[in-house]
């Protein structure tokens, strides 16, 4: 369970503080993304063991 929250922690802070190489995404966008990509992105990490 630790790597999948960390997992999903990683992914919204990267999308949430901007980059060199893209621009910050607003929350507004950000948590649709998290919620639409949550099974084929971080339950796959729990699965990995």
Do not use: C, G, Q
């Amino acid at each position: 369970m630790p790597a999948h929250i960390t997992a999903v922690d990683d992914v919204y802070d990267a999308l949430i503080n901007d980059r060199i190489y893209m621009e910050a995404w607003s929350e507004e966008k950000v948590f649709p993304y998290l919620l639409e990509n949550k099974v084929k992105m971080y339950l796959s990490v729990t699965m990995m063991r």
